[in-house]
Nanobody, 115 residues
Framework: QVQLVEAGGGLVQPGGSLRLSCAASGCAVSKDHMNWYRQAPGKAREFVAEIDADGNTYYADSAKGRFTISRNNVNRTTSLQMISLQAEDTALYYC?????????WGRGTQVTVSS
């Protein structure tokens, strides 16, 4: 059974930074695409970033230049480094993967950008 547990969210001022992490069990993050999504209040869940099995990375336009996704295959974690955060980045951030023909989601970690 795959489990994903996010951490690292919190309250940050505009222009600040946060580093989110996703700890995976039951799957090898080195072999699976690992993704970050987010959902703001009243809005649909949206794609943020992806890292594939070859280490290639993909970003939503809103994340390009500010967010960096990375992966540690030894401790099975996927991270999302976020800088220059703005109010519109406020959302619940989810880790997601597709493993053995199934999608798995974590419960999310809240990021609030406010002064």
């Amino acid at each position: 059974q795959v489990q994903l547990v996010e951490a690292g969210g919190g309250l940050v001022q505009p222009g600040g930074s946060l580093r989110l992490s996703c700890a995976a069990s039951g799957c090898a993050v080195s072999k699976d695409h690992m993704n970050w999504y987010r959902q703001a209040p009243g809005k649909a869940r949206e794609f943020v970033a992806e890292i594939d099995a070859d280490g290639n990375t993909y970003y939503a336009d809103s994340a390009k230049g500010r967010f960096t996704i990375s992966r540690n295959n030894v401790n099975r974690t996927t991270s999302l480094q976020m800088i220059s955060l703005q109010a519109e980045d406020t959302a619940l951030y989810y880790c997601q993967t597709f493993h053995a023909s199934k999608f798995y989601w974590g419960r999310g970690t809240q990021v609030t950008v406010s002064s």
